[in-house]
């Protein structure tokens, strides 16, 4: 799969890249400038070195004559150990000095010093030279001084300064890096936010983002929005349309279905009571399977996006026993609700786990006979278990996994009217809750006893 | 009982209303929310079954307008919708309760009772016969000092002879009032209820009588 782009890479890498192009620049300008620097001041120095050898250079009796000023060498020791090596030429002949340095760029105007980059006993050197016209003949005599340096401490302070520069452009750099990442995370903070914003949302919030959002964010705010009511109006939309189908639908079967009672009271014949009879049943089997059908899909669709919201199981046990207790009673079957006082919170979908344990609760009223007793209890430990238990037919050796199935319905039934999608139901309610359906036996020995079985989260 | 149903289609009305009346009750009927608020204006009604789209309205701004009067006349309304999330809101809205389409009169009676009786307007719904006192609402059974609840089906079928004193019930009429269309009933089923409430009725001033191969009848002790 291929990873969708970031924006916060994205612009982190572009911000780090643009710092270590500059770090690597301002490394390399440091490193020059201050070679650079370095050199200038050996040259200086070595021309004035040669230069005050010129001025010490005297004629005496036609010989040109040189006492050497130790002073113009010993200016050159400052530089750490960096031998000093000196030259000077007479018309062409070495008069004192290193008859062998090299002088390889000999000056050609006065006083203008000339600088070369030499090999010399193995070592690179650097010379100066300088040329100076000595009065002691009618015609005078070129005399050329040159001045040489070996380079080592010249090398040494520009390693240091480049180790310095280096390490300053290096920090400089993860500073900038560092710097960066602030950046890309903080311009992507108010996205974040307004990411977190939608995502909080129960299954059905369909409300206009409010969060608030940064210029350039706006656009896509308002397509967000206008997407949002276009998709509310959709729904509402099919809302409406299941209403008025639920509605010009049923309205006519409970047409059928009350005349059907009334008919069936004034009928005396055993055979046509039992023809209205198993009308009535069928009318009630569709008419069950239509809203179970609708039950499905809307949990379904819950468990998509699950809302977490706080709730007291309690609470919600007791509105769903008073809502079928007029069935139960029909029956003369009590509900016995063994629960406790106090209120069981519980983070989960209100209307979820409401549907669930009224379709536990509603096959139990089914499949008991009457006069007898369901009781629901709730037990906390590790994950909370609601069980209904009844003292009915019981499950009595039928395959349990399949009974959670769409549509399918068990051996036991009879002619009890039934879609087989209550424990589907139940089923997806709680694994959306991450939790599972138990089906048992009851404890009693005889009858069903379906367990909620619900992890906290 | 008194009734009032508001309801726009008429078939469906007129049905629910023959059905109520053979079970003894008293029904209006109105096909408008604004002919149901005239009916309420010189009625008093124990009980109002409210359908939800009417031709002049939403029945569930009825209820809002009936509560936000403080008119407490209990509720039950008939709804289309059986999802979970209808109901909280249609009770959040202010009824007692809800049935939907389509709906089993037994259960409606059901739910009737019970509303009426958490309502704790349950008390002059009573019949008496020979100084027995039936509340058909609580079920309550009472005579000189003694008194007792009754069990769903033992109070159907009580009311049943309380309904006419004297009158024969045959065996399969009581087992129409008795069992839903969702249980199988025998005609064994009578016999064991009969008996029960001969039992209940011991030392009160009726009792019933088994009329030999036509059923049974209440008459005084
Ligand atoms: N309380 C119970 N007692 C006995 N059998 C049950 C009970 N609840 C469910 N069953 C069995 O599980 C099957 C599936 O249940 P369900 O999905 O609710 O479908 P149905 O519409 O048939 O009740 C039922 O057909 C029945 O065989
Ligand atoms: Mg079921």
Redesign the interface.
Known sequence: MKQPTSIRKRLFYQLAAVAAVLSLAFVLVVRGVASQAAEGTQDDILAASATAIADSLTSEDGEVTLELPYSALSMLGTINEDRVFYRVMVQGETLTGYTDLPVTRSPRRLDTPTFSTEMYRGDEVRVASVLRRVANTATGSEVVVSVAQTRSGLAAISRSITITATGVGLLFFLLATTLSLLAANSALRPLRRMTGAVTRRGPSDLRPVTAEAPKELVPLVDALNSFMGRLRASLSRTEDLISEAAHRVRTPLATVRTQAEVTHRKLNKPEHKKAIRDMIRAIDESSRSAGQILDHAMVTFRADSLALDPLDLIALINETCDRLAPTADLKDIALLRELPDSSVPFNGDGIMLQAALHNILDNAIKYSPEDSDIAVRIASGAELRVSIADQGRGFGGMDLKDLTTRYSRGTNVGDVVGSGLGLTIADEVARAHGGRLELSQSKEGQGACVSLILPYV | MRYLLIED?Q??AG??V??LQ?DGHAVDHADRLDAASACMDVANYDLILLD??LPDGDGRDFLQRQRRAEKRTPVIV?T??????D??SLLDLGAD?YI????????LE??C??VLRRQGGAADNQKTFEGTVLNLTTGALQFGDSSTNL???ELRLLEVFFAAPGQVFSK?HLI?RMF?????ASENAIEVYVARLRKRLEGSGARIETVRGLGYRMIPA
């Open positions: 289609n078939k469906l049905a629910i023959e059905r053979l939800i789209m008939i289309a919708r059986s999802a979970v999330s109901r909280i309760d939907t389409k389509p709906f089993d009169f037994a259960e059901a739910r009772r019970a069990r769903n089906r399969s129409d839903s269309f969702s249980d199988e």
